[in-house]
Nanobody, 125 residues
Framework: VQLQASGGGLVQAGGSLRLSCTAS????????????MGWFRQAPEKGREFVAA????????KYADSVKGRATISRDTAKNTGYLQMNSLRPEDSAVYYC???????????????WGQGTLVTVSS
């Protein structure tokens, strides 16, 4: 299984970005039907933190408080692609964003077995 994240870049504060993550290879057999896609981020000198997640079958989403109301996670099951739309971006949103596939819409990174390579988001003030 491979996850390819894209869509990062440099944006001014208040702007928007849409991150994409496409899965290829075998289906996520580890989880049967109970898998989902999550987005995490890691800023310099900080640990990786949960941003948002969505169950793949039912589309049930979950967000970190820091992005609630500014982020929307979605998925296109036909394309095996997940998305993270980020609006009203702030300098503190600057980080490497990682997509991952794991158990349902879990918040804990330990519940994700498959990870993408990360895409850098830089928000200028």
């Amino acid at each position: 299984v491979q996850l390819q994240a894209s869509g990062g870049g440099l944006v001014q504060a208040g702007g928007s970005l849409r991150l994409s993550c496409t899965a290829s290879g075998r289906t996520f057999d580890n989880y049967g039907n109970n898998y989902g896609m999550g987005w995490f981020r890691q800023a310099p000198e900080k640990g990786r933190e949960f941003v948002a997640a969505i169950t793949w079958k039912g589309g049930v989403d979950k967000y970190a408080d820091s992005v609630k109301g500014r982020a929307t996670i979605s998925r296109d099951t036909a394309k095996n692609t997940g998305y993270l739309q980020m609006n009203s971006l702030r300098p503190e949103d600057s980080a490497v964003y990682y997509c991952a596939v794991g158990l349902l819409n879990a918040e804990h990174e330990n519940l994700y077995a498959y990870w993408g390579q990360g895409t850098l988001v830089t928000v200028s003030s």
